[in-house]
């Protein structure tokens, strides 16, 4: 085990950044009556280690905006291919583009990400990565990873802090090993006395630790918390089909519900998102990816008007069946660590493990 | 609390449901609910930790006659909703409650935790069992009740920011707001907590056309979205601060709000939500009356 | 001066007129005010001001025409509420009232033209570009004192 004091912490988050990381930490928003989120850190920024953020860490790897390339219609030499692509009414590149005859079109891809540390990220935000990693990064094996995730990816450090706390949102533990998972961190902070106890889960974690703010101590880690277990959710994948039709159920599950989209956002496992291109004037913009949701009442409209879940009650199945079943079905694990966010952020009261256990219910009857 | 469960059900035999409370939520809290019959009825509560504004549900449920357990303020979202003929007068029956003040309930939890039991006899606060003081806790919003009861029932650290407020200049508000902005990540709770806010899929801050505002957060996208909704609310808002309770970075939207609800009252001496048969002030105008600015 | 972006919109049927008839009159004025045309300053959405705002202009005129004489009868009518509506509330969303003017222009007045814009760019050369607004530049007294709304 090694320990780093208190006040060095700061020194720690420093030399992050000094290394050219950027660096990521939770804190207290000043005026936002007790806000907690996951912010760019710099130096004399205050952290808390205290409370739980209210968004989740995944924007270090999926941004809320981000822009996934540049482009230009601009006038050079050549044009955009040989005889054929010249006139706006002609077919090809040319015609589809609409552009003049001699236009190009200029890509200017977005920058490389910097080496991120993500300092302070909970058991569930760390063990999100994982889920998340089954989508973006070669999902079955199909050799595909998303090229903007994965860099983030490749190039994250997280230093996860162990709960040794937890309030009646939490319900971690009913997945996996709750917050003794270790999987997805770089290294384990504990509480301690004066400071904090660290241990290395990956080699990358046990370089850093080597460094001189830490030194080694015989002090063991504290219990973790006990959180809320809940059983049974991975029979849900098979058995959410069974009730997939019954509307009245989701109708009345999602009463409440006034599709605010929060739940979607403060998870650290929802990743739905829009892509969209932004102009500027009528020759230049940029491609970005934001953040969609499901709750959403544009979620699937069409351009045709048409809307396949029109409904709230639609859009909340989708939801559940999405964390529960299709997801655990296609990627091999459940769209969900327990964080809790959902809970506390619901501005209706909605508590998804009420939601968990009708649905357990109700479709272990329809059998 | 019979009394209120009776009056439900009375309510129930002429409608198709009533929209109220029951104590469902984490810690004995109340949760919005949905009754249909007089069984449901049963669990139907009132308290001061039913602080969600029901009357968002409204514009749904058209087409249906529905009960509604109103407090003052939610009473003012109904009326409005009426005046715009958005909803049926027909179609709406108010259960009026005697509010006794609603409670911050996420600031309670941010400081005693999540879940932690809320026991509030109206004097008395006790949170886990422990007595704290009630008027740190009283909703700030209550401080201005039409029904002018609780002008000193709260104490809230909130309002303490609309007199800060109030009293910055116009540089450190453009800060102020630039900060505050600076962390709204889109999610639209407030929209979507919002009773007046009805345009839900066509709503302008998310068309392509036309494209006031684009789907990202950068570059001052999202304070425009913020001021496309205090725009679109001017004479419409009815002051039920559930914008600002939804808001999940606790951006204090009420600010602008409350200003500008205070320019509509001092231009047209006019509030939303207390006649249902008043014309919104900026749908109409006064030839004689305007005389602002050069004639 | 010249780096100032000071945005006008105006209709067509008054203003822009009388403006027209400032030009070929040759008649006096600063050069920094763009024109965008409108049919009516009842088509002026507050928020048209307010993107110009947070795109970067430094000032916003709308002047149509006066209450009374509106080519569509009614539409300036709604613009005086909306516009006076967005005048009070600009320093609330901390925007300095004074970049911010409407008027009454007809198409005869020409010459009041010159002198609105005259004014209006004197007006937000005291203040300064909008990045560096009131406080920064201690200028002449403006035409019109920002106001801090009281209850």
Redesign the interface.
């Known amino acids: 085990m090694r320990f780093i004091s208190g006040e060095n912490i700061p020194e720690l988050l420093e030399s992050f950044s000094a290394g050219g990381s950027v660096v990521w930490a939770p804190r207290e ?1 000043t ?5 907690v ?1 996951f912010e760019r850190w710099q130096t004399g920024d205050p952290i808390d280690l205290e ?1 739980f953020s ?2 989740s860490a995944k924007d270090v790897v999926l941004p ?2 981000e822009k996934l390339f540049g482009y230009t219609y601009a006038f050079g030499g050549g044009g955009l291919g040989t005889s054929g692509l010249g006139g706006p009414s002609v077919g090809g590149l040319g015609g589809a583009l609409g552009g003049a005859p001699g236009e190009k079109l200029v890509i200017e891809p977005a920058p490389p990400e910097p080496p991120t540390v993500l300092f302070g990220a909970r058991a569930c935000d760390a063990k999100a990565l994982n889920v998340l990693d089954a989508l973006f990064n070669n999902p079955e094996g199909s050799g595909y990873k998303d090229p903007q995730y994965q860099s983030r990816r490749d190039a994250l450090t997280v230093i996860t802090l162990a709960c040794t706390t937890c ?3 939490c319900f971690c533990s009913s997945f996996g090993s709750g917050n003794a998972e270790k999987a997805g961190s770089d290294i384990i902070l504990y509480p301690a006395d004066g400071g904090l106890l660290a241990e290395a889960v990956t080699k990358a974690g046990e370089a850093l630790l080597a460094g001189p703010l830490f030194e080694e101590t015989q002090m063991s880690p504290p219990p973790l918390a006990e959180t809320t277990r809940i059983e049974g959710l991975e029979s849900l994948e098979k058995k959410l089909p069974g009730i997939f039709d019954d509307m009245d159920f989701w109708q009345r599950i999602s ?2 519900c ?5 739940c979607t ?2 998870c650290p496992t929802c990743y739905c998102f ?1 892509i ?1 291109d ?1 102009m500027k004037g009528d020759r230049e913009g940029e491609r ?1 990816r ?2 969609d ?1 499901c709750m ?3 979620y699937t ?1 069409e351009t045709s008007g048409h809307n396949p879940r029109p409904t ?1 009650a639609h859009r909340y199945r989708n939801r559940i069946n999405h964390k529960f079943s299709y997801y655990p079905e296609n990627q091999g694990m459940i769209l969900c660590t327990g964080c ?1 966010r959902c ?3 619901c ?5 998804i493990r ?1 939601v968990l256990s009708e649905a357990l219910k109700e479709s272990s009857k329809e059998q | 609390m019979s009394e209120h469960i009776t009056k439900i059900r009375e309510v129930l035999a002429e409608t198709d449901m009533v929209l109220g409370w029951t104590a ?4 004995g ?6 009754f249909h019959t007089a069984e449901e009825a049963a669990a139907a509560v009132f308290d001061s930790t039913c602080v ?1 504004n029901l009357a ?2 409204l514009p ?1 449920l058209k087409g249906r006659t529905v009960g509604i357990v109103a407090k003052a303020c939610d009473a003012r979202s109904i009326i409005e909703l009426i005046a715009e003929r958005e909803i049926d007068r027909e179609q709406v029956r108010i259960i009026a409650v005697n509010c006794p003040a609603v409670l911050d309930v ?2 309670i ?3 005693y ?3 932690a039991r809320v026991e509030d006899d109206g004097s008395e606060l006790r949170v886990n069992g422990e007595m704290v003081d009630r008027k740190t806790f009283v909703q700030a919003k209550c401080a201005n009740c039409t029904e002018s009861k609780f002008a000193s029932a709260s104490a809230s ?2 309002l303490k ?1 609309s007199e800060d407020f ?1 009293s910055m ?12 902005y600076g ?1 709204c ?5 407030c929209r ?2 919002c009773p007046m806010c009805y345009c ?2 066509v709503c302008i801050m ?1 068309t ?1 056309d036309p494209h ?1 505002t ?5 570059a ?1 996208e999202a ?2 979205m913020q ?2 909704r ?2 679109h609310l ?1 004479g419409r808002c009815t002051a039920c601060g ?1 914008c600002e ?2 808001c ?5 939207l009420m ?2 709000m409350e ?2 609800n ?3 009252k ?2 047209f001496d006019y509030r939303a939500g207390i006649d249902p048969e008043a014309k919104p ?2 749908l109409t ?1 006064d ?1 004689k009356g ?1 005389a ?4 | 001066m010249s780096d100032l972006k000071l945005i006008g919109f105006l209709c067509n049927w008054c203003s822009y007129a009388g403006a027209d008839m400032a030009g070929t009159a040759r008649m006096k004025q600063p050069g920094d005010l763009r024109v965008i045309r409108l049919p009516c300053t009842g088509r002026v959405n ?2 048209l001001i ?2 110009a705002f ?1 795109e970067g202009a430094d000032g916003v005129l709308v002047s149509g025409c ?3 004489d509106c080519h569509y009868n ?1 539409g300036n ?2 613009a ?6 967005l ?3 600009l ?7 004074g970049r911010f003017h ?3 222009v007809s198409a005869s007045e020409g010459a009041r033209w010159a002198d609105v814009v005259s004014d209006f760019t004197k007006r937000i050369d005291s203040l300064g570009k909008i990045g560096t ?4 530049k201690a200028g002449p007294a403006v035409a019109e004192e ?1 106001r ?4």
């Not at chain 2, 602002?292 to 004639?295: L, P, R, S, T, V």
Request: aromatic share 8%; proline share 5%.
């Open positions: 928003l005026g936002s009556g007790g806000t989120l409370h209210s968004l809320r905006t309030d009646e949102a009463e409440r006034i599709s605010c989209g929060f956002y403060g829009n969209h932004e970005q934001t953040w949701a959403f009442a544009l409209q709230l809790g809970i506390r952020g501005p209706a009261g909605l508590d009420d | 469902s939520g984490a810690g809290v109340a949760a919005p609910a949905r969600h968002v549900h749904r996420k600031a939890w941010s400081r935790g999540y879940g650290e909130r920011l109030k200049s116009v540089e450190e508000r453009r800060e102020f707001w630039r900060d505050q962390r990540i889109r999610c639209h709770a979507e907590a839900r899929d998310q392509t006031w684009g789907g990202g957060i950068d001052g304070e425009m001021l496309i205090v725009n001017a559930e309770r939804a999940p970075v606790g951006i204090p600010l602008l200003e500008q205070r320019a509509i001092e231009m002030p900026l105008f030839i305007d602002w600015g050069d004639a | 507050p928020l307010l993107k947070l006066h209450p009374g009614v009518y709604h005086r509420r909306r516009l006076e509506l005048q009070r509330m320093p609330a969303y901390g925007i300095d009232a409407y008027t009454w607004s009131g406080s920064a920002p801090i709304l009281e209850s």
